[in-house]
Antibody, heavy 119, light 109 residues
Framework: QLQLQESGPGLVKPSETLSLTCTVSGGSISSSSYYWGWIRQPPGKGLEWIGS???????YYNPSLKSRVTISVDTSKNQFSLKLSSVTAADTAVYYC???????????WGQGTTVTVSS | EIVMTQSPATLSVSPGERATLSCRASQSVSSNLAWYQQKPGQAPRLLIY???TRATGIPARFSGSGSGTEFTLTISSLQSEDFAVYYCQQYNNWPPEYTFGQGTKLEIK
């Protein structure tokens, strides 16, 4: 069945760029039925949508993070990636990738990866 | 920006009883509403989308209702595995945009 797996550094220094990749297995990222997105959850807090991408490369971002976020897709590797620039301690969170049906919701999630922003 | 407000923040219910969780949108989201369950250390799991459609594999004891700005998730006859945090989420179909509520913790009474 479809699986998503996040990967990337667990520790990022303040002011630097956080970079994560989500690898999709058991299915194709090049489906017209889905967006692919990133969501984060600070320790002990709720969920925040960061942004999403379509296989064509069209991107959609949370307005509150838009100035710092870049999401890209590599269909040849069945992967999509997140870059978050100028990070601060407030960006410390578990970062999830997820499949998002065009009709709505987020139906398949990665296990999440913890990213800590600290010097 | 659409703000999603869930109530109550914490709900204490005994196993076997019914739980009713509420979610309110600051403006109409039509039926573009999903519910998720999250257990400690786990990723969220989609329960309901389209306000009332159960996701694949979700037991029939989970039901969603509502439209516009007022939504409800009902869990009939609570099982031990149902105690978790529940989030509602609105999604704008175009352009894609998603907002979560702050969550309701369902705990054992």
């Amino acid at each position: 069945q479809l699986q998503l797996q996040e990967s990337g550094p667990g520790l990022v220094k303040p002011s630097e760029t956080l970079s994560l990749t989500c690898t999709v297995s058991g299915g194709s990222i090049s489906s017209s039925s889905y967006y692919w997105g990133w969501i984060r959850q600070p320790p002990g807090k709720g969920l925040e949508w960061i942004g999403s991408i379509y296989y064509s490369g069209s991107t959609y971002y949370n307005p509150s993070l838009k100035s710092r976020v870049t999401i890209s897709v590599d269909t040849s590797k069945n992967q999509f990636s997140l870059k978050l620039s100028s990070v601060t301690a407030a960006d410390t969170a578990v970062y999830y990738c997820a499949r998002q049906p065009v009709l709505g919701g987020m139906d398949v999630w990665g296990q999440g990866t913890t990213v800590t922003v600290s010097s | 920006e659409i703000v999603m407000t869930q109530s109550p923040a914490t709900l204490s219910v005994s196993p076997g009883e019914r739980a009713t969780l509420s979610c309110r949108a600051s403006q109409s989201v039509s039926s573009n509403l999903a519910w998720y369950q999250q257990k400690p250390g786990q990723a969220p799991r989609l329960l309901i989308y389209g306000a009332s459609t159960r996701a694949t594999g979700i037991p029939a004891r989970f039901s969603g209702s509502g439209s516009g700005t007022e939504f409800t998730l009902t869990i009939s006859s609570l099982q031990s595995e149902d105690f978790a945090v529940y989030y509602c989420q609105q999604y704008n179909n175009w352009p894609p945009e998603y907002t979560f509520g702050q969550g309701t913790k369902l705990e054992i009474k």
